[in-house]
């Protein structure tokens, strides 16, 4: 009689824990894809279903990281605030305000996803949560650069022109994503020259 084979237990392979650069990979992918069906369904039609199932997700996998779609959007939002300060870091060469403007339209984008996430940067920076405050500093990194633009003015002048600069470029880029702008058929490049020619 030959040797009985011996059932040798096969034990799953271990899963190598998630380390900082592999859950900071998730989050983008997920930031990613809340991006693509937020542009798609706007803000009501956005759920957190369709986010993970655009991120190759799994819905319990989606809330390790938010609790739900508000803290989602919160994230979205630093997340772009982060970006636009390198937006203007990049464009330093051009006046603040055209710098500004280019950066909210080349992050923000117009329409719904603009017009949702640009108040909840507002009543972030209005608050006293820790969310308003890492939305003020973030605000406050990316709008640094305007203040190199105040050669020969006193510095509590050229902190007020650089937030009127920044009110500015925000109220165009709600008003842009609103539709109005498109409705009254003006380009937003229009309306900046004519902040910048009532400004100098």
Excluded at 125 to 136: C, H, N, P, T, W
Excluded at 145 to 170: I, K, M, N, S
Excluded at 173 to 197: I, Y
Aim: aromatic share 6%.
């Amino acid at each position: 009689m030959g040797r009985a084979k011996r059932k040798t237990k096969r034990s799953a392979p271990k899963r190598a824990p998630v380390g900082l650069r592999g859950r900071e990979a998730t989050r983008q992918r997920l930031r990613a894809a809340a991006w693509a069906v937020f542009r798609r369904h706007g803000l009501a039609g956005t759920t957190v279903r369709a986010i993970a199932a655009q991120a190759g997700a799994a819905v319990g996998g989606l809330y390790t990281y938010y609790p739900d779609k508000d803290a989602l959007l919160e994230d979205l939002a630093l997340s772009a605030l982060a970006e636009l300060g390198r937006e203007v870091a990049a464009r330093a060469r051009e006046a603040p305000v055209v710098a500004v403007s280019g950066g909210l339209r080349a992050i923000f984008g117009a329409g719904q996803p603009a017009a949702a996430l640009l108040p909840i940067v507002f009543d972030g920076a209005r608050g006293e949560s820790e969310f308003g405050k890492r939305v003020a500093g973030r605000l406050m990194s990316a709008l640094g650069p305007l203040a190199a633009d105040g050669q020969g003015r006193a510095p509590d002048e050229v902190a007020v022109r650089a937030l009127a600069t920044a009110c500015f470029a925000f109220g165009l880029a709600l008003f842009e994503a609103s539709g109005q702008l498109a409705r009254m058929a003006t380009p937003a490049d229009a309306v900046v020259e004519a902040f910048r020619e009532m400004t100098r």
